[in-house]
């Protein structure tokens, strides 16, 4: 569980199945090995929890405890980041500079997203653009969001427009719910791995704890995959909760998933949604990936596909151009909620996370235009991220590393578990440095709270000519 605790958090540690995996030769696993032996007598940074004073320094006289706490989540979890930052590749002006495979962005559609921002019809300015609007959003762009999510969640009814809120990303969406909806030291469950960053998400202003519903890449059967999530390790996983004298409120499900672009099916989700409304538990989906399924034998469904919500009053849908639209930057996302009282409230927050007026009209217009969207953008997006897909898919099977991958998304689940001899966090966070030394970004499996060491996260949406020149130096030819 993430905690806020008073004592050393200590890492949790992830896995695999048969069709989706290649045996990963071990000739640098004696490189790892050695190197290993002459590094881990040195202190190296332990990943714990939030709030421990050991990490926290005490000698910032200028910040309060949380900014202490907020400081330290930037200190301790961005170093990749700001390296990377201090020596982005640029093939003109940094050749030599550090190839990003860790951040999953979508760099493949540049070309059809600023000649489609850059027409006509996005460029408007009338007064209401540029005065205060309802906190929700303004009405013309919660009518299209409705529009949009109805068509491509595939509702069975149309999806209202005094159900939408419209955030700054969705960041700002996993703050503001859990900042609603718990009291300060109450807990999310959330299946491992996921993405890491929802942690600070739900902390740093809600000071709200996430308990860990921990997977693994055993497969028992014909009927079960890898990091498989069911209701029996849900109703594990709270009563452990329980245990420990935590309150759980909610249920946090990404859908497809970040790392493991896992789609849960129809009745997968129905599932879920049953636990919760027995336990009275607030579900959180966040289906930042729908549009981005790339395989069509792939068969995504969104929650609000479904005929009957078994609890709508707590049940809670994200969504965001970030992904879908390769738009990161711009900062938009949107809640969905059948919940007034949850809207409201959540709306309240948008004076601190609403958008422009005129970033508002540019999505309004960008989501009604349904043409562009399904005859360009769509079709040439998802033939970009299969043909990425397989290109890097390929190169790691010709190498003989294993990966899981479902065709959604933009990433691939990497096991380089053989590359660890004693099968530790240490030695996948010397790994994770061997890779930035060799000017690649990756992110490594405890980032996303996996519960074995050894698996990275690789993303595969960018250029093939990045792909290759990050792929040289962190997946040398074996012998």
């Given at each position: 569980?993430?905690?806020?605790?008073?004592?050393?958090?200590?890492?949790?540690t992830?896995?695999?199945?048969?069709?989706?995996?290649q045996?990963l030769?071990?000739?640098?696993?004696?490189?790892l090995?050695?190197e290993?032996?002459?590094?881990?007598?040195?202190?190296?940074?332990?990943?714990r929890?939030?709030?421990?004073?050991?990490m926290?320094s005490?000698?910032?006289?200028y910040?309060?405890?949380?900014?202490?706490?907020?400081?330290?989540?930037?200190d301790?979890?961005?170093?990749g980041?700001?390296?990377?930052?201090?020596?982005?590749?640029?093939?003109?002006?940094?050749?030599s500079?550090?190839i990003?495979l860790g951040t999953?962005?979508?760099?493949?559609?540049?070309?059809?997203?600023?000649?489609?921002?850059?027409?006509?019809?996005?460029q408007?300015?009338?007064?209401?653009?540029?005065?205060?609007?309802?906190?929700?959003?303004h009405l013309?762009?919660r009518e299209?969001v409705?529009k949009?999510l109805?068509f491509?969640?595939?509702?069975?009814?149309?999806?209202?427009?005094?159900?939408?809120?419209?955030?700054n990303?969705?960041a700002?969406l996993f703050?503001?719910?859990?900042?609603?909806?718990?009291?300060?030291?109450?807990a999310?469950?959330?299946?491992?791995?996921?993405y890491?960053?929802?942690?600070?998400?739900?902390?740093?202003?809600?000071?709200?704890?996430?308990?860990?519903?921990?997977?693994?890449?055993?497969?028992?059967g014909?009927?079960?995959?890898?990091?498989?999530l069911?209701?029996e390790?849900?109703?594990?996983a709270?009563?452990?909760?329980?245990?420990?004298?935590v309150?759980?409120?909610?249920?946090?499900?990404?859908?497809?998933?970040?790392?493991l672009?896992?789609?849960?099916?129809?009745?997968?989700?129905q599932?879920?949604?049953?636990?919760?409304?027995?336990?009275?538990?607030?579900?959180?989906?966040?289906?930042v990936?729908m549009?981005?399924?790339?395989?069509?034998?792939?068969?995504?469904?969104?929650?609000?596909?479904?005929?009957?919500?078994?609890?709508?009053?707590r049940t809670?849908?994200?969504?965001?151009?970030?992904?879908?639209?390769?738009?990161?930057?711009?900062r938009?996302?949107?809640l969905?909620?059948?919940?007034?009282?949850?809207?409201?409230a959540?709306?309240?927050?948008c004076?601190?996370h609403g958008?422009?007026?005129?970033?508002?009209?540019?999505?309004?217009?960008?989501?009604r235009?349904?043409?562009w969207?399904?005859?360009?953008?769509?079709?040439?997006?998802?033939?970009?991220?299969?043909?990425?897909?397989?290109?890097?898919?390929?190169?790691?099977?010709?190498?003989?590393i294993?990966?899981?991958?479902?065709g959604?998304?933009?990433?691939?689940?990497?096991?380089?578990?053989?590359?660890?001899?004693?099968?530790?966090?240490?030695e996948?966070?010397?790994?994770?440095?061997?890779?930035?030394?060799?000017?690649?970004?990756?992110?490594?499996g405890?980032?996303?709270e996996c519960?074995?060491?050894g698996w990275?996260?690789?993303?595969?949406?960018?250029?093939v000519?990045?792909?290759?020149?990050?792929?040289q130096?962190?997946?040398?030819?074996?012998?």
């Open positions: 569980m993430f905690t806020l605790p008073q004592k050393d958090f200590r890492a949790p992830t896995c695999l199945g048969p069709t989706c995996m045996d030769g071990s000739s640098h696993g004696e490189d090995e050695g290993c032996s002459r590094k881990l007598d040195q202190k190296l940074p332990e990943l929890g939030v709030g421990d004073p050991a926290i005490s000698d910032t006289s910040l309060s405890s949380r900014g202490r706490m907020i400081k330290w989540f930037w301790s979890a961005e170093e980041y700001r390296t990377y930052h201090m020596d982005e590749y640029d093939e003109d002006k940094n050749p500079g550090i990003n999953s962005e979508n760099k493949l559609c540049f070309d059809l997203l600023s000649w489609r921002l850059s027409q006509r019809d996005m408007r300015v009338e007064p209401s653009l540029l005065q205060y609007a309802d906190w929700r959003g013309f762009l299209e409705a949009f109805s491509y969640c595939k509702s069975p009814v149309p999806l209202r427009p005094e159900n939408v809120v419209v955030l990303g969705g700002s703050s503001a719910l859990a900042t609603v909806l718990c009291e300060a030291g109450e999310f469950l959330i299946p491992t791995p996921y890491g960053a929802i942690t600070q998400h739900v902390c740093l202003y809600g000071n709200i704890r996430l308990a860990y519903v921990y997977l693994d890449s055993e497969v028992t014909l009927d079960t995959r890898p990091f498989q069911t209701v390790k849900l109703e594990m709270l009563r452990e909760a329980h245990s420990e004298g309150k759980v409120k909610g249920l946090i499900l990404i859908s497809p998933q970040n790392p672009g896992d789609v849960y099916s129809p009745e997968e989700l599932e879920y949604l049953v636990f919760a409304k027995r336990h009275r538990l607030h579900v959180i989906v966040d289906e990936y549009l981005s399924v790339f395989e069509k034998s792939v068969g995504y469904r969104s929650v609000l596909s479904l005929e009957r919500l078994p609890d709508p009053q809670h849908v994200m969504w965001a151009t970030s992904k879908d639209f390769g738009m990161s930057g711009l938009f996302g949107t969905y909620t059948e919940n007034q009282d949850v809207a409201t959540v709306a309240s927050l004076r601190y958008l422009s007026g005129l970033v508002q009209y540019q999505m309004a217009q960008l989501l235009d349904r043409d969207i399904n005859q360009v953008y769509l079709p040439e997006n998802h033939a970009r991220l299969k043909a990425a897909h397989t290109y890097v898919s390929e190169e790691l099977r010709a190498l003989g294993p990966f899981l991958s479902r959604a998304g933009f990433f691939i689940w990497v096991d380089l578990r053989k590359y660890l001899p004693k099968g530790t966090f240490e996948e966070m010397l790994l994770w440095r061997r890779f930035l030394d060799n000017k690649v970004l990756l992110s490594f405890k980032a996303f519960k074995e060491p990275f996260r690789f993303v595969f949406s960018d250029q000519h990045r792909l290759c020149l990050g792929e130096p962190a997946f040398p030819a074996q012998s």
